[in-house]
């Protein structure tokens, strides 16, 4: 079962007004005890330090308080490939996780095998069909490119909101090219009697993350009206499945997203909301 937030579940009856409203909703930390001497720390910095500062000598040679504690509290010494399944992965500092995969082979093997499947299923004609196949195709045109990262590697945009969304996670998490890539996965809606194809826009393996880029500016509202029907079928095929974390980015407003991604790293720790409930987690704007 998926935990599902829409915007106004953290600010009461209506959706935010301003980004100050979730970053103020960020700040609160929750209590964490140290799994070393069981001392409680409100926020995971505070338990880190002290870690560092009491109990340096119980951590392994080049590992992080961050990796210490994942490992004891999920009762892991490594991360394995969801690929391969054989090979051990990287911890990632910045996810406070093991990463996904563990090569850039097993990186594309991913993306590939995740094709076959569509294909398998629909057929190349019926793909080269789907008006959203169509658009992501079309990384040619003008309102398209290819967003270049310190690391020298590049990602696919198309327009500017998406590739404003990249800039982001550029500038300011300082991401590398490898940790976001144009989402592989194929999903399934009805819109009037009729099945189609939902393909969203990135995938951020290293939190198992969809996102979404969406504009609600400069539309008739006769378009408006359809898109809206469309994307609450879209949502539903989204709360329901258990597989991936998801979230709809409005507008280039960011604050839920930064939201989520303390909450997915919040998830690791032991809460009696999420342990044992869901499987992932879907934020969607407010309705």
């Known amino acids: 079962m998926s935990i599902v937030f829409e ?41 880190y330090s002290h870690i560092l500062k009491n109990h340096g000598d119980e ?10 504690c994942f490992n004891v509290r999920n009762h892991k010494s490594y991360g394995l490939c969801v690929m391969c399944r054989i090979k051990h992965t990287d911890w990632d500092e910045e996810a406070e996780r093991y990463k996904r995969f563990c090569s850039p082979e097993c990186r594309m093997k991913y993306v590939q095998e995740a094709k076959r499947r569509m294909v398998a299923k629909y057929g190349k004609e019926h793909l080269l069909n789907d008006p959203k196949m169509q658009e992501k195709m079309e990384e040619g045109r003008s309102i398209s490119g290819q967003y270049a990262f310190p690391d020298g ?7 500017s909101y998406e590739a404003d969304f990249l800039r982001l996670l550029d500038k300011v998490y300082g991401w590398e090219s490898t940790e976001i890539m144009r989402c592989p996965e194929t999903f ?4 009037e009697g009729t099945t189609h194809l939902y393909i969203p826009d990135y995938y951020l393996p290293n939190f198992n993350l969809i996102v979404e880029i969406k504009s609600h500016e400069n539309k008739h509202h006769k378009i408006l009206a359809v898109d809206r029907v469309k994307e609450a079928e879209k949502i539903k095929v989204m709360q ?45 704007p407010a309705s």
């Open 153 to 159: 590697g590049s990602v696919p945009y198309m327009g």
């Open 59 to 68: 951590l392994p040679e080049g590992m992080s308080p961050a990796q210490y």
């Open 7 to 47: 915007t106004a579940d953290f600010f009461g009856e209506v959706a935010m007004e301003s980004a100050r409203d979730i970053a103020q909703t960020a700040k609160k930390e929750k209590v964490v005890k140290c799994p070393v001497c069981g001392r409680p720390y409100i926020g995971k910095n505070a338990l």
């Open 240 to 284: 329901a499945q258990e597989k991936f974390n998801y979230i709809e980015i409005v507008d280039m407003d960011y604050s839920p997203f930064n939201y989520m991604i303390k909450l997915i790293k919040d998830c690791a720790w032991e809460d009696p909301e999420f342990k044992g409930v869901a499987k992932n987690i879907v934020f969607v």
């Open 188 to 191: 399934e809606y009805m819109y």
